[in-house]
């Protein structure tokens, strides 16, 4: 969600490591003294995490061992399912931090425990619950929270169409991922382009609380899919909230306006194409803890919409999504104040080698206000304050992806970075110390049954 200073990116559209001398994967000279945890030798801290690093790599290869063994299966009647899946990261950048703190050593901040479960007890009628422990750098800790949880009812349906609701915490139909992106099986990447679908805003992105209809039209000439509702963001008062929509860790509260998501996509029959286009009209409210809140109380107006083309045919698939993103912010003081328009674009391709290997190139492209799309206006008007490259980021990623069997996988992919513009703020609070060229190389393992 975007932010103050024209930080747009932070939004939407629409899961500390090892101690300072350990050698990076990226050649590094210099220590950055700001985080007190990371001054040399293995501290308490560090020796605590590594545990905690450890036993969540243990509960990975105990859940790898079950599914392999057929012992985690349980079948409680024949309408209920259950599945899971657990994700480790390993992140190293050569500059920043990404997901913990990256720059100084590899960083294994990012992990992923899912649970989730479906019940049909009538043929037109399904319940659905995901619960996920993240744990993300500085911004997620892990605490198990309820990702979605919701009915799903079609009482309209045919050979030729389909018409039906959703009520509870839905996952938001925007672009071609955001509804797919909580496993690590269905994205095409360990990050999805981050100019887009902003990591360290997920909660906001994800799901939320209201109600969706949808109608489904089936042709010779392909199927039509449109989804429509009203929602509540999930807008609580966590510091990945706050930051996105003021900029700063504010001392009040941020409530949600009743927003509206849509979604209209096209389908040729045999899944080979794919066009669709997606949009959410959000507002968010901040209002002061007090009289001497430095804050003011103010809205913030997000109005996103994205453009989306998928081409597959056997082995190769291309996508590509454009976002354009107006943002308001009125009633603060006159400085946090603004109405801009930022732009999102990448381009990507994925190759299948083998029944179990596949290669991905993209580039990517974010622009937080497409009239000051290089940040020299901020920068000079805040007299260096917002580094110009903090409003922008091009990212190339190539990535490989290896399938060791139909529940483990692993990835790794390598990104080369000019720019700061989709950098989690929590991870990287001090502007003027981030570097505009950057590299980063992420690593996962993923398990799933």
Request: proline share 5%; with cysteine.
């Amino acid at each position: 969600m975007p932010s103050a200073q024209h930080d747009e990116c932070q939004f939407l559209p629409t899961a500390n490591s090892t101690p300072a001398h350990r050698p990076t994967l990226f050649a590094k000279t210099r220590t950055r003294e700001a985080h007190g945890d990371f001054q040399g030798g293995f501290t308490a801290a560090s020796a605590e995490h590594g545990r905690f690093v450890w036993k969540r790599f243990a509960v990975c290869f105990m859940l790898g061992f079950c599914v392999s063994a057929d012992i985690c299966a349980v079948e409680i009647f024949d309408k209920f399912q259950i599945h899971g899946f657990a994700s480790q990261v390993m992140f190293s950048t050569s500059h920043n931090n990404m997901f913990g703190h990256s720059e100084e050593a590899p960083s294994f901040d990012f992990t992923e425990l899912g649970l989730n479960g479906s019940w049909f007890p009538l043929p037109k009628l399904r319940f659905s619950m995901q619960v996920l422990s993240r744990r993300a750098g500085a911004g997620h800790n892990g605490s198990p929270e309820i990702d979605f949880g919701l009915m799903d009812y079609s009482p309209i349906e045919t050979d030729a169409y389909r018409l039906g609701l959703r009520g509870g915490r839905v996952r938001l139909p925007y672009g071609i991922y955001n509804d797919t992106r909580d496993v690590a099986f269905t994205r095409p990447s360990i990050l999805l382009p981050q100019s887009i679908y902003f990591e360290r805003t997920r909660d906001l992105t994800l799901s939320a609380d209201g109600g969706l209809l949808y109608g489904e039209s089936r042709n010779t000439w392909g199927n039509v899919t449109l989804e429509m509702g009203g929602v509540v963001l999930r807008a609580n008062d966590d510091i990945d909230n706050k930051l996105a929509v003021l900029g700063r860790n504010g001392a009040g509260h941020l409530d949600s306006d009743l927003s509206f998501v849509g979604r209209l996509n096209y389908e040729l029959n045999d899944g080979s194409m794919r066009l669709a286009v997606s949009s959410v009209d959000t507002a968010i409210n901040y209002i002061p803890q007090s009289y001497i809140d430095p804050l003011l109380p103010g809205k913030f107006l997000f109005t996103p919409v994205i453009f989306s083309a998928q081409y597959s045919t056997e082995d190769l698939t291309f996508t590509s999504e454009y976002a354009i993103r107006p943002i308001k912010k009125h009633g603060f003081a006159a400085s946090q104040n603004l109405d801009i328009v930022g732009e999102s674009y990448y381009f990507q391709v994925a190759y299948r080698l083998a029944d179990h290997w596949e290669i991905m190139a993209r580039y990517d492209n974010l622009t937080s206000n497409r009239n000051d799309p290089n940040g020299q206006k901020i920068q000079a008007s805040t007299f260096g304050a917002v580094p110009a490259y903090t409003q922008f980021a091009k990212d190339w990623t190539v990535g490989m992806r290896y399938d060791i069997s139909s529940w483990m996988m692993v990835r790794a992919e390598y990104h080369k970075v000019n720019g700061t513009g989709w950098l989690p703020p929590q991870d990287n609070p001090v502007r003027a110390e981030q570097i505009q060229h950057w590299d980063m190389l992420a690593v996962l393992v993923s398990l799933r049954f």
